[in-house]
């Protein structure tokens, strides 16, 4: 009985220091799981903070992004409670972790390109500024350029003279008496322009009064001038071939009392320009 006992008493002695080292064993394994828990929770939210740091336009990678975010909140909710399977979520974080590296290196390609598609955006912008402010300088200079063609073009008169003459065409002479007047004769030269174009020419004459009244044989002697309608007093055509022409527009007087004492004013036109002026003076009735 004493062998048995001692028998026995040893081997709950072996059964106690088993029991405890196990138990030991056990804390320990719990200390580590739980660390190791920890740490794979730690990695998993600060791979939730990159995620949320990565920013793209492109709205394909950014979906791919949100999804595997989301895959790994899910993950974080799972309870490791064993060593297959931390191991397993290990992988699982590894494999995270290289397809978050992808991520990045994508993202920094397009933020790359972005940026060089944004410089280049910028200079063609600057180009097509340039090249519109080239294309208003050149109309600017064209519309100048066409103002004094069109200025130089004109067909301008010289050397204007008035004559009140008396009697008739063919006998006519020249009077100062109001009223023996029978026509008004307005010579001038048409001058040389080579920029011109020849042709038939049509040149009006206006003689205003005094009082700032045109003379007129009828109310219907209308021209056209820059958009308005003008009464003219007589008119006449003539060839021009781009050299000096000398010519007379006659008006004819059929009543004296048209005209007043005082000084008048002679305007000659000729294709929507005034091409000269002169004064004459009636001072005898």
Do not use: W
């Amino acid at each position: 009985m004493i062998f048995t006992t001692v028998i026995l008493a040893a081997a709950l002695i072996f059964l106690v220091v088993m029991y405890f080292d196990q138990k030991n064993k056990m804390v320990e394994m719990e200390t580590v799981l739980t660390q190791e828990k920890d740490s794979l929770a730690n990695e998993l939210r600060l791979m939730i903070h990159g995620y949320d740091t990565l920013k793209t336009n492109n709205d394909t990678l950014m979906a791919s992004l949100q999804k595997e975010r989301a895959r790994i909140v899910d993950l974080l909710k799972i309870n490791a409670s064993n060593v297959q399977l931390i191991k397993k979520y290990r992988s699982e974080i590894t494999t995270m972790r290289e397809i978050m590296k992808s991520y990045i290196v994508q993202i920094d390609s397009l933020n790359q390109r972005n940026k060089l598609l944004t410089a280049e955006n910028i200079d063609m912008k600057q180009q097509i500024t340039r090249v519109q402010s080239t294309n208003v300088e050149l109309t600017k200079a064209k519309e100048e350029l066409g103002a004094k063609v069109e200025v130089a073009s004109v067909i301008l008169a010289k050397d204007i003279k008035v004559v009140s003459l008396k009697g008739s065409r063919e006998r006519a002479k020249e009077t100062t008496r109001i009223k023996d007047i029978t026509r008004l004769r307005t010579c001038f030269t048409l001058r040389e322009n080579a920029i011109a174009s020849a042709g038939e020419k049509e040149v009006f004459m206006r003689i205003i009064r005094p009082d700032s009244l045109v003379i007129t044989s009828s109310p219907d002697n209308l021209f056209d001038y820059k958009g308005n309608k003008l009464i003219y007093s007589a008119n006449r055509l003539v060839d021009y071939m781009n050299q000096d022409i000398e010519m007379c527009i006659y008006l004819e007087i059929m009543d004296n009392s048209d005209l007043i004492i005082g000084t008048y004013s002679v305007e000659l036109y000729l294709e929507n320009s005034i091409i000269g002026r002169s004064t004459f003076t009636l001072a005898k009735r």
